[in-house]
């Protein structure tokens, strides 16, 4: 599911709105996290709508 964030984010914070401060050296991809809003270990599904791509400001 993480790919499937980081597409629909493309490139930009869903939080802050603003774009990857900085790309992966390893794909040059943009440097998000996905985050769970409902974490795993309290019951929240790995699905797309259960997560976000954060930028390291908001994370
Ligand atoms: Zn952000």
Known sequence: MVAKTLYRALGVCENCKAKAPFARKRDN???LKVHHI???SAGGLDCIENT?????NCL
């Open 29 to 31: 991809s943009p440097y």
């Open 38 to 40: 409902k974490m795993l």
């Open 52 to 56: 976000v791509a954060l930028c390291p």
